[in-house]
């Protein structure tokens, strides 16, 4: 992930419409892409994972959608509350026990 | 279950001073992980431990040293502290080979001076 020192992107939607995070990945040779969610003052919680032999992975109000072609992610919440509010990192792995993570993007859900 | 817990929540240090990060989890996990991380930054792997016994260097491991006393226990060392290790520190843990899955501890905010 790059690093976007201390302004980190923001997304700003209205409570009930789905948000779409996404994420640039620099290794070709990842195997593993895993998006977290870390509520302030908090340590990041996992909410979905994906192989890289898969393009889509859906769970409950998510998706992780993957284009190895250009090398992307992206998180779709579908009907986003104010619990979402939070930063969303992407994090690829190549197989081992290094896990690689981006900045993050701040999601900020409007009432 | 507790899950991964971390002492001390919070730390100042004056530089030069040395502490012990303390991490613990009850979830019978093979492998464990400690992180930094800045502000607007993710998180760096300073150290991981694959399996009780085995401890590896990760991203950023210059200045500080691992044990991992148990399969339940994890620490992380700072010899000497320096301000440019002013971060919140983050232990981790993962049934690796099962899931990539990492459950991460509330975090140790440390501030040296």
């Known amino acids: 992930g790059e690093n976007v020192g201390l302004h980190l992107p923001t997304l700003s939607v209205q409570e009930g419409d789905n948000s779409i995070i996404n994420c640039a990945y620099s290794n070709s040779a990842s195997d593993y892409f895993i998006w977290y969610k870390q509520e302030s003052g908090k340590g990041p919680q996992f909410i979905i994972d994906?192989?890289?032999?898969?393009d889509k992975r859906q769970g409950q109000r998510v998706t992780v959608l993957l284009n190895k072609t250009v090398k992307h992610l992206s998180l779709q919440i579908a009907a986003t509350q104010p619990g979402d509010s939070a930063v969303y990192f992407c994090a690829e792995n190549t197989g081992g026990f290094k896990t690689i993570f981006g900045a993050g993007t701040r999601l900020f859900v409007k009432a | 279950n507790a899950g991964v817990t971390q002492t001390p929540k919070f730390q100042v240090l004056k530089t030069g001073q040395s502490m012990t990060l303390q991490c613990a989890q009850d979830m019978n996990h093979n492998s464990m992980y400690w992180y930094r991380q800045d502000p607007g930054m993710g998180l760096r792997l300073i150290y991981y431990s694959a399996s009780e016994g085995t401890t590896d260097k990760g991203e950023v491991p210059n200045g500080y040293n691992v044990s991992r006393l148990n399969k339940r226990e994890f620490s992380l060392r700072l010899e000497s502290a320096a301000p440019s290790q002013t971060s919140v520190y983050f232990c981790?843990?993962?049934?690796?080979?099962?899931?990539?899955?990492?459950?991460f501890g509330p975090g140790t905010r440390l501030t040296v001076t």
């Open positions: 994906i192989r890289s032999n898969m």
């Open positions: 981790a843990s993962s049934e690796a080979g099962v899931s990539y899955e990492q459950y």
